[in-house]
């Protein structure tokens, strides 16, 4: 199942520079998208959503970016922190499936260098 | 911060045993889900739940499989007889609503080790 696909694996950048993880997606029929990040040994934790009717949606060092006609969104961490190392998984979900369920891409690991 | 809170974070059963996952899910919140992670593969759904009954199964989530909310805190997972490819993290999430820009919120998982 590849509804939803992030491609780099792992990303890696200097403290203070900004961090793009991307994420491509084939299902029309997602409405939400969320990005969740997961440091080991925890579960994942939400970070920021964007709903289909938007293009671009922003908290903080935060924004997320949406490009419906290409299926693809961006998670932009600017700047970013050593603190912000950790594995990223971008996440749909559809309004009119009943169970909420969420569909994950397969996470990229980012790590922020000092 | 309330969070969702899963026990026991790690459990070693022997093939064919029954085991049940418990969650504490956060107090004022409806939703409530299953996901589970085997090692080096995807975050998959299994079930969500909501006044007490399941809205939506994956295929993954077949007779072995049943949910329960036994009492108004616990949620849980139980597994009937567990099977080598049960071994993976299981999470609980929940969310106060339906609505898909709502997030749902993770506790830490269990890692279940099925010998």
């Known amino acids: 199942d590849q509804q939803v696909k992030q491609n780099s694996p792992s990303l890696s950048v200097q403290e203070g520079r900004i961090s793009i993880l991307n994420c491509d997606y084939t299902?029309?029929?997602?409405?939400?998208f969320l990005w969740y990040k997961k440091y080991p040994a925890e579960g994942p934790t939400f970070l920021i959503s964007?709903?289909?009717?938007?293009d671009k949606n922003e908290d903080g060092r935060f924004t997320v970016f949406l490009n419906k006609s290409a299926k693809h969104l961006s998670l932009h961490i600017v700047p970013s922190q050593p603190g912000d190392s950790a594995v990223y998984f971008c996440a749909a979900s559809a309004e009119n499936n009943a169970g909420n369920m969420l569909t994950f891409g397969g996470g990229t690991r980012l790590m922020v260098k000092p | 911060e309330p969070e969702v809170t899963q026990t026991p974070s790690h459990q070693v059963t022997q093939m064919g045993q029954e085991v049940i996952l418990r969650c504490v899910p956060i107090s004022n919140h409806l939703y409530f889900y299953w996901y589970r992670q085997i090692l080096g593969q995807k975050v998959e759904f299994l079930v969500s739940f909501y006044n007490n009954e399941i809205s939506e199964k994956s295929e993954i989530f077949d007779d072995q499989f049943s949910v329960e909310r036994p009492d108004g805190s616990n949620f849980t997972l139980k597994i009937r007889s567990t099977k080598l490819e049960d071994s993976a993290m299981y999470f609980c999430?929940?969310?106060?609503?339906?609505?898909?820009?709502?997030?749902?919120?993770f506790g830490d998982g269990t890692r279940l080790s099925i010998l």
């Open positions: 964007i709903s289909s009717i938007k």
């Open positions: 999430a929940s969310s106060e609503f339906r609505v898909g820009n709502q997030p749902q919120h």
């Open positions: 299902n029309s029929m997602f409405d939400y």
